[in-house]
C-alpha cells in the first residue's frame, strides 16, 4: 500500500504551491501521488529529502525531460540509481532575491545604517535589498525604487497595497550570512544548482537570480558554515558595534526539526536589541500563527519579533499588509 505521507505531500503541494505557478510541477506532483512505484522510492529517502521540490530539481539536474508525468516518470525509474543520492547529497537552497520586495517595507522603516544576517543564506542573494531595483504595483500605478547609483540589473516586480510602498532604500553597512552549506556565488556548479531549483516556467527568476549572483560574487558576503541555534549568536556578536542588527529567514524554518525550532525563537526571543523578521509558512511558528486574522491561502506570513505583519507571495511576487 502506498505510503500516505507521501501520497499526503506530493498532492499537497501540487494544489497548494505548483497550482497557478508550474503546469509541469502542478502535474508530475499530481503524478506521483497517484502513482505506488514512484512512491515507493520517495518514501526510501528520509525525512525532508521526500519533499517535491528537491526531488524534481535533483532529476531535473541529472536531465530527466521537462514535459509530461508520463516521460518524467519513466526517466526517473530508469535513473532512479542517479537522482537518488544526487537528493541525499542536495538541499533546496532556492535562493530567492525577489523575497527581498517583501522584506523592503520592514528594513525601509528602520532607522540605519542597518547590519543585515541572513539565517539560511545560501548564496546571501537576500543580503543586497539596497542593491536591487523594486517595481510595486498598486491600485493600478506603478511605484518605481533604485539604488542611488540608477537602476540595477537585478528589477524586482511586487504587487502590494498602497500605505505599504516602501519609500527608500535601507543603507547596508555589513552583511552576513548563515547556512549549512553556504554557496561561493561565484562557483560554477553551486550556481547550476541554483538555477535548476528555479521552477521549470521561471525564466524570469532565472535571469533575476544569474544577476542577483552577479552582484554577490562582485562583493561577496560574509557567509559563515553552521547551525541556526549553534551558530547564530557568535555572527550577531560579530555585526559592528553600534549598528542596529537585523536578523531573517524566508522558507528556511519548516525544514528545522521542531525543537531546534523552538530554541531558536527562544534564543532569538530574548534578544532586544536584535529586529527579527521570519518570512515563513503559516504554521510554523506557533506564536505568530495565533496572532493571524485568517488563513494565508498558500502565502507565506511576513512577521516583525513574531508580530504577522503581511501575507506575502513565496517568491515575494506579492505582500497584502494585515490589519490589527
Known amino acids: 500500500m502506498p505510503d500516505s505521507r507521501v501520497v499526503d505531500f506530493y498532492r499537497r503541494f501540487a494544489v497548494r504551491e505548483a497550482s497557478g505557478q508550474s503546469r509541469i510541477y502542478e502535474a508530475w506532483a499530481s503524478g506521483v501521488a497517484e502513482d505506488p512505484d514512484v512512491v515507493a522510492l520517495i518514501a526510501a529517502l528520509p525525512g525532508m529529502k521526500q519533499q517535491p521540490n528537491l526531488v524534481f530539481a535533483a532529476a531535473r539536474f541529472l536531465g530527466a525531460p521537462e514535459g509530461t508525468y508520463e516521460a518524467f516518470r519513466s526517466w526517473l ?3 532512479w540509481d542517479r537522482v537518488e543520492p544526487m537528493v541525499l547529497s542536495r538541499a533546496t537552497q532556492t535562493n530567492e532575491a525577489g523575497r ?57 516586480p511586487c504587487e502590494i497595497d498602497a500605505e505599504s510602498v516602501p519609500r527608500r532604500l535601507p543603507e547596508v553597512v555589513w552583511r552576513a550570512g548563515l547556512d549549512l552549506n553556504p554557496i561561493a556565488p561565484d ?20 535571469r533575476r537570480l544569474e544577476a542577483a549572483l552577479a ?110
Open 77 to 79: 525509474l530508469g535513473h
Open 100 to 156: 527581498c520586495a517583501v522584506l523592503l517595507p520592514v528594513l525601509s522603516r528602520l532607522d540605519g545604517p542597518l547590519a543585515l544576517i541572513e539565517v539560511g543564506a545560501a548564496a546571501g542573494l537576500c543580503l543586497y535589498p539596497d542593491r536591487y531595483s523594486y517595481r510595486y504595483g498598486f491600485d493600478g500605478q506603478t511605484a518605481t525604487l533604485d539604488p542611488e547609483d540608477g537602476p540595477s540589473a537585478v528589477t524586482i
Open 187 to 206: 562557483d560554477l556548479e553551486s550556481r547550476a544548482w541554483l538555477r535548476t531549483l528555479v521552477w521549470p516556467e521561471h525564466e524570469d527568476r532565472r
Open 215 to 324: 552582484i554577490a560574487a562582485a562583493e561577496p558576503p560574509h557567509l559563515v558554515a553552521g547551525d541556526l541555534v549553534d551558530s547564530i549568536a557568535d555572527l550577531i556578536a560579530a555585526a559592528p558595534r553600534g549598528v542596529p542588527v537585523v536578523v531573517f529567514h524566508s522558507a528556511v524554518l519548516v525544514y528545522v526539526e521542531q525543537a531546534r525550532r523552538e530554541r531558536f525563537a527562544d534564543f532569538m526571543r530574548s534578544l532586544e536589541d536584535v529586529t527579527w523578521i521570519s518570512n515563513e509558512g503559516e504554521r510554523v511558528l506557533p506564536r505568530v500563527a495565533e496572532r493571524l486574522p485568517g488563513p494565508a491561502g498558500g502565502r507565506m506570513v511576513l512577521a516583525v519579533n513574531e508580530t504577522p505583519i503581511a501575507f506575502v507571495g513565496p517568491h515575494g511576487q506579492s505582500y497584502e499588509a494585515l490589519t490589527r
